[in-house]
């Protein structure tokens, strides 16, 4: 006789939708979104406990190519919308996935804020240094000087760190990782899923549409050769001195997530008590 | 990241390599998938349909290991089991253009198996168990078989003109 209490082991497979990518061909999301479905299988979780919350841009079209539940909200305001989730849910797993100028520029505000409330929220970036879906623009990330028609001679502006941003904000996890990895991006998504509290993920995703000199990063990317720390001092020095190619993680810390009691202990009396206020 | 050499702990058992050589064959397929995926989505369909059929073959050879070693799921090999970031037989995600041509797709599919080849060839020469070694010769042999086939294929096939990338109607503007 069979066992049917046996659990049957899920795949990347398991986390993908049935609707196709529409990005370029030969975009870095293609492998970020590999990573993802990875990531998720190691986790374990099924489909029907994750969430996957995004803005606007072309990666924030990613919810749509999962089986997991999916928000694809406003410009930049992904992790507004992922914090009311997973503190209203704190039994399901929030990913929130975006580009650097839906993070750090339009959604900059609620970066700092969500890594320093350190709500259990796995945040991941493709960062490919250009807003693609409107054509080539530059963005936070950019480097001040590229040049192109839109910004003759660069834009002159130093570019964000972000990962200097999220450990100085209160992130409890920081990552840098690569799209031409797709196995190690997963496991570093998967380490971040698992790591409590707000986990930070840089995923250089190059953009072979309007910054196709990015092709070279796999040539200059490399594995960092240290193990993460949780000493925020030290994490920040080594980022700060860097070649901004080295990919692994930084910093896995030890605050205590947001909000500090399980909100699901007590979840049925807290939604009797709201509906309570709103009778009229 | 270079592929030419093999630095990474070479597997001690005949399960263990080919749990290797299984990945490298389902991961090429579900790459090969993929780029089918994006360029349908392009309406470049005779480079969807190439891709399509090398993901078929792939899917093949990872049946063809499975049945042979009984397996029923695929096993995990452990991280840093290849010599590059990724398994030496998957097409880079970030070498396709959505104007390429067949020709093109055999290109990428061609060094592919040539990588594949290399992979076993510098495995058998490391391995440190004679079951092991044998294993990887094979596969080598087998790698160099795929190579002339894609070779023969390339050989039938139009060469594109130089102009093949130029689009009338460009997405970028800011040259």
Same mark, same amino acid.
């Given at each position: ?58 990666? $924030? ?40 100028? +839906? ?16 709500? +259990?929220?796995?945040? *991941? ?17 950019? #480097? ?24 100085? $904000?209160?992130? /409890? ?7 031409? +990895? ?10 971040? *899923? ?6 930070? *993920?840089? *995923? ?11 092709? #070279?990063?796999? /040539? ?44 699901? #202990? ?15 | ?36 995926? @994006?360029?349908? &989505? ?7 349909? &190439? ?48 104007? &390429? ?46 190579? @002339? ?27």
């Amino acid at each position: 006789m069979n066992d049917m209490t046996q659990p049957v082991p899920l795949t990347a497979g398991n986390f993908k939708s049935a609707t196709k990518p529409i990005w370029c061909p030969g975009c870095g999301d293609f492998s970020v979104l590999s990573s993802v479905t990875k990531a998720l299988a190691l986790v374990g979780k099924p489909p029907h406990q994750v969430a996957v919350v995004s803005g606007i841009g072309c990666s $924030s079209r990613i919810p749509a190519y999962t089986s997991c539940y999916g928000f694809h909200g406003v410009h930049g305001r992904s992790l507004a919308a992922a914090t009311g989730l997973k503190v209203a849910r704190p039994d399901l797993t929030v990913l929130v996935a975006g580009g650097d100028g +839906d993070g750090y520029s339009i959604g900059g505000n609620h970066f700092l804020h969500a890594c320093r409330r350190n709500v +259990d929220l796995t945040y *991941i970036v493709m960062d490919n240094h250009v807003y693609g879906m409107t054509k080539g623009q530059a963005s936070p990330t950019t #480097e001040p000087d590229w040049d192109n028609k839109l910004s003759p001679g660069g834009t002159g502006v130093r570019s964000f760190h972000p990962l200097v941003i999220a450990l100085a $904000s209160g992130a /409890n996890f920081v990552a840098r990782a690569f799209a031409g +990895d797709p196995n190690g991006t997963a496991e570093i998504i998967a380490q971040g *899923i698992r790591h409590p509290g707000f986990s930070f *993920i840089e *995923i250089m995703s190059p953009c072979v549409t309007f910054r196709p000199e990015q092709r #070279e990063w796999k /040539n200059h990317v490399h594995r960092a050769a240290v193990e993460a720390t949780d000493d925020a001092a030290r994490a920040a020095r080594r980022i700060m001195t860097d070649d901004g190619f080295n990919i692994g993680v930084v910093y896995a810390g030890n605050r205590t997530p947001y909000p500090a009691v399980k909100r699901n #202990e007590h979840s049925a009396d807290a939604v009797h008590q709201l509906e309570k206020e709103f009778q009229l | 990241m270079s592929q030419k050499t093999h630095t990474t702990k070479p597997p001690q058992t005949l399960e263990e390599f080919m749990a290797q050589a299984l990945v490298m064959e389902h991961e090429a397929a579900q790459r090969y998938n993929d780029l089918a995926d @994006a360029m349908e &989505m392009h309406n470049n369909r005779d480079v969807a349909q &190439m891709f399509r059929t090398m993901a078929g073959y792939e899917a093949k050879h990872a049946q063809q290991i499975m049945e042979e070693m009984n397996w029923v799921d695929v096993p995990g090999v452990p991280t840093g089991a290849w010599p590059a970031m990724e398994p030496p037989e998957s097409v880079p995600h970030d070498e396709v253009h959505y104007l &390429m041509h067949p020709w093109h797709a055999l290109q990428l599919a061609l060094a592919a198996e040539e990588r594949a080849r290399e992979f076993f060839d510098q495995l058998a020469l490391v391995a440190t168990t004679e079951s092991v070694r044998k294993a990887a010769l094979e596969l080598r042999d087998e790698e160099a078989e795929h190579v @002339a086939l894609v070779q023969a294929w390339i050989a039938k096939t139009p060469k594109p003109d130089a102009q093949w990338a130029n689009d009338p109607d460009p997405p970028r503007y800011v040259d």
